[in-house]
Every structure is written in structure tokens, then in C-alpha cells.
């Protein structure tokens, strides 16, 4: 409530006994206030007849007709003045005698004076106190709204607080309190820069205005000193000192520490892939140079040749080298349950912004609810993406550029399709082949995607029949009450 009606609705309880009798007459109706009048219209008369010596009663004729004007308009007032004149000639000293004509002239006119200004005050008075009920009745809406916000926020399972513009916390939960380490009810009126100093920055700036909303990923720590990443989703509003802040705080932590391990996952899967392949290669080049050192070993005066025997001993050692299992580290994760339909949902987020910016169309086939993939998430979300930046890069030229992906259980097997509108693939046979010449980059993005795939226990193969391009990652399904695979091989075939 503002001062101005602070000073309104103080102004209207300490009223008056005058301004009591109005309200009191103002809030009665409009009949009884009638029947007021004209009983106070007929003690006058009755006390005018019975006294003996005739007093002059003419002007409490103003009362009977003050009752009546709180409840009826001015023209029944105006009626009341007429007659009020003619009685009060009735029943004074002088009545009907010589100046009769004056005398009620004058009392009218004095009369309609006096209830005119009666009007006014009577219409200031509703006005006051229309506007006072008005005042109460948002002070008593706002304050049920407040308390209903205030539960609101309470019963939030996510932490909210609510920031004034000096970075003092004015509202918060239960969920704030936790989030924050700080003791129940301890954190209203604390200042929000010792547990979330960019909030404060925020909530301080001097061109925070009204309306803006935006969400950030900002480092804090509790009240004990332990650090911690929150997401952060805030909103500023207009307050009497400025604009506020309202901000919904998520910990991170845990959402940063699985991204990190999954990419790491991710990451290790693929470089084992590529060190496999390169590994695959040097065996093939040692196997050449083994059958390259055994024919000149054959050779007259080269059986016993040191630089042959150091040659033939160097070979070996690379061969072993490259024919060594790359160490494990630990147990690899286990595969999971993969819904393919949070999977794609999952990939559209991560694609969108390159295929708009592509000019690429993406279509998702709609499909019913489908069994779950014996997979690895993270993994299987690598692959589309490969693949999809494979498709864009070969529909950099075409004139339609569209995606679309179909899902759909074939036997045993869940079968994801992408198709696009590219010019298609020219030597098939060659498309899986590591280090294949032409290849954008080093040509192993195809390569490590189907060992991704394969090392889930599935295939990832290329499909002809249709325009465009169409890859096929076929997968096992997962069974009911089957145990996830604690350790895969170290030799990952592709």
C-alpha cells in the first residue's frame, strides 16, 4: 500500500462524530432512512401543536430533509426544500401574515443553499469511502495473493529466490535454503554475493529493467565454502526501489560431472577405434616387409647380412607393438536400455541449430512406441551425429536438402534409417574403409561410427535402392531382465 492510501484509509478511521453519523446514514437504505426523516418531520409538527406558546422550530425543518438527501437524488431534495419553505411559514410566529412572499423566498432560497452544499459533502463522503472499500479490498486481494505466491514458492522443489535491487534476498524455499547450505529461515535479508556473486552483478546492474528474462550457468558456493555450478533461470520486475530480481537455481554439478565422464567415454571408445585402425595399417605394412626381408634374405651373401638381421628384428617389434591389446582402462561403461525416441528427441536438440543454419529440412517419421535398444547412449547419439554432418557435407550442392529418419523393428533387430537428398554414394564398397583416399579429413568418420556401433553388438551398413543416401544402424533389442555387460574387448573390429 502506497502512503497516499495509507493516509486515505487512516483519514477514514479516525473520523469524526459527524463523519460517523454520515457513514452511519450513508450505509443504511434508502427506506429506512426515509422513514427516519419523516418521523423526524412529524416529532416537529406533534411538538409544534402541543406546546403552548409557539416556538420557532422552522429551521430544524433542515434535518428531516438532511436524512432524506443522504439517500435520495437532488430534484426529491429540491421538492423537500418547496415544501419544508410552506411548513415552516405554517407553523412560525408571523405565518401567512404581510411579507409572507419574501419570507418563503428567502427560506428556500437559504434552504437549497445549505442542502446543496449538504449534497457535496455527502458525495465527497461516498466517494471516500467507495474508494477506501476499493483500497481495502486490493490490499486484502494482494495480500491473498502474496500468500499464495509465498506457498507457491515454498512448496517449489527447485530452489527460487527473490532479489532486490541492493542483493539482499527478500524470498526464498526450502529448496534455496538446502541449495545454499545456509539454516531454515536464516536466508531472507542476506546478501546473495557471498553465495552467488555474478546473481548479484545481475540483480545490481544499474540497466536492469523490467521484463527481461534469461537463463546462465554461474559458479557459487554454500555457506561452508564448497563450490558448486547452478543453472540459472531469472526474471526482473518493477518494484518501488527499483527492478527485482526472481531467479529458479538448479545444481549442475551432478549434469556437468555426467556429461564429462560420458564424453570422456565417448572419447576414449573412439581413439581406441582409431588407434586400432592405425594399428591394423602398420600390420599390414610389417606383414610387406616381412615378405619383402624374407626374399632377400634368399639372396647370394645376404643370408647373414647384420643390417637384414637388425631389419627383421626391428619389423618384429613393431609388430608386436601394433598386435598388443590397448590397455583397458577399468571397466568401460555398461550398456543400457537406449529409448530410441528420447535419443532422437536428444539429437534434435543438438542438431537443429547446424541443420537451420545448413539450410537442411529434417523430418522425423512418426512411429509407435518401440522396444528398447541394447546400446550405449552416448555412443549411439555420436553416430547420428556423424552421420548427419556427413549428409549435410554431401548436400552442400543440392538444390532440395532434406533429412529424414524412420525407426522400425525388423526380426530381431531395431533399425534407425536416415535418408537424404544428396547425390548418393559412388563406391559403396569403399565407404567404411579407413584412410581411403578422397575421403573428407582423414575418411574416419564412417569407420569409427560403424566400430561404435558394432561394439554394442550391432551394424551400422549402407543401403542402395533409393536416391540420395540411406544408412541403416541396426541394433539388438534389449531383453527383459538381462544383465548389462560389465567388460568389453579390448580389440574392437570394424
Not at 529409448?339 to 529434417?362: H, Q, T, Y
Amino acid at each position: 500500500m502506497t502512503d497516499v492510501e495509507e493516509g486515505i484509509v487512516g483519514s477514514v478511521a479516525s473520523t469524526s462524530l459527524a463523519d460517523r453519523l454520515l457513514d452511519y446514514l450513508i450505509r443504511r437504505e434508502l427506506h429506512e432512512n426515509l422513514i427516519l426523516a419523516a418521523r423526524f418531520l412529524l416529532l416537529f409538527v406533534i411538538a409544534d401543536i402541543l406546546t403552548p406558546h409557539p416556538l420557532p422550530l422552522g429551521r430544524m425543518m433542515l434535518i428531516p430533509i438532511a436524512i432524506a438527501a443522504v439517500s435520495v437524488s437532488q430534484r426529491y431534495v429540491m421538492a423537500a426544500v418547496l415544501v419544508s419553505a410552506f411548513i415552516r411559514e405554517q407553523i412560525g410566529l408571523t405565518a401567512w401574515t404581510t411579507g409572507w412572499t419574501s419570507r418563503v423566498v428567502a427560506t428556500i432560497a437559504v434552504f437549497s443553499l445549505i442542502m446543496f452544499l449538504w449534497c457535496e459533502v455527502v458525495r465527497k463522503r461516498r466517494a471516500i469511502l467507495s474508494h477506501a472499500a476499493q483500497i481495502s479490498e486490493e490490499t486484502r486481494q494482494r495480500f491473498e495473493a502474496e500468500q499464495r505466491l509465498v506457498s507457491m514458492v515454498q512448496s517449489m522443489p527447485t530452489a527460487v529466490v527473490a532479489i532486490d535491487s541492493h542483493g539482499r534476498v527478500r524470498l526464498s524455499n526450502e529448496a534455496a535454503e538446502t541449495l545454499l547450505g545456509v539454516g531454515a529461515g536464516t536466508l531472507h535479508g542476506q546478501q546473495i554475493h557471498q553465495f552467488l556473486p555474478n546473481l548479484a552483478d545481475i540483480a545490481g546492474g544499474k540497466h536492469l529493467g523490467h521484463g527481461q528474462r534469461s537463463a546462465a550457468l554461474i559458479d557459487g558456493h554454500r555457506q561452508d565454502g564448497e563450490p558448486f555450478r547452478a543453472s540459472v533461470w531469472f526474471a526482473t520486475y518493477a518494484a518501488g526501489d527499483g527492478a527485482h530480481l526472481v531467479a529458479i537455481l538448479a545444481d549442475a554439478s551432478d549434469d556437468i560431472r555426467d556429461f564429462q565422464q560420458s564424453s570422456l567415454h565417448t572419447l576414449l571408445k573412439s581413439t581406441r577405434v582409431l588407434v586400432g585402425s592405425m594399428a591394423h595399417e602398420i600390420r599390414n605394412i610389417c606383414a610387406a616387409i616381412s615378405v619383402t626381408q624374407a626374399s632377400l634374405s634368399r639372396l647370394p651373401g645376404l643370408s647373414g647380412n647384420d643390417d637384414l638381421a637388425a631389419l627383421s628384428a626391428l619389423t618384429e617389434s613393431l609388430t608386436r607393438i601394433s598386435t598388443a591389446e590397448l590397455a583397458s582402462a577399468g571397466k568401460t561403461a555398461a550398456q543400457q536400455p537406449v529409448d530410441i525416441r528420447s535419443l532422437i528427441a536428444e539429437f534434435k536438440i543438438v542438431m537443429n541449430p547446424s541443420l537451420r543454419d545448413a539450410g537442411v529440412e529434417l523430418e522425423i517419421e512418426p512411429f509407435e512406441s518401440l522396444p528398447y535398444a541394447d546400446a550405449d547412449r552416448h555412443s549411439m547419439l555420436q553416430v547420428l551425429i556423424n552421420l548427419t554432418r556427413n549428409s549435410i557435407r554431401a548436400m552442400k550442392r543440392a538444390e532440395y536438402k532434406a533429412i529424414r529418419i524412420g525407426v522400425n523393428v525388423e526380426s530381431d533387430r531395431l533399425c534407425v534409417r536416415l535418408f537424404d537428398t544428396g547425390p548418393g554414394v559412388r563406391e559403396p564398397d569403399q565407404l567404411f574403409r579407413a584412410f581411403q583416399p578422397g575421403a573428407h579429413s582423414s575418411g574416419l568418420g564412417l569407420f569409427i561410427s560403424r566400430a561404435l556401433v558394432r561394439s554394442c553388438g550391432g551394424d551400422l551398413t549402407y543401403e542402395t535402392g533409393s536416391a540420395g543416401c540411406t544408412m541403416c544402424i541396426r541394433l539388438k533389442l534389449w531383453a527383459q531382465g538381462q544383465r548389462n555387460s560389465q567388460f568389453r574387448t579390448s580389440e574392437i573390429s570394424a
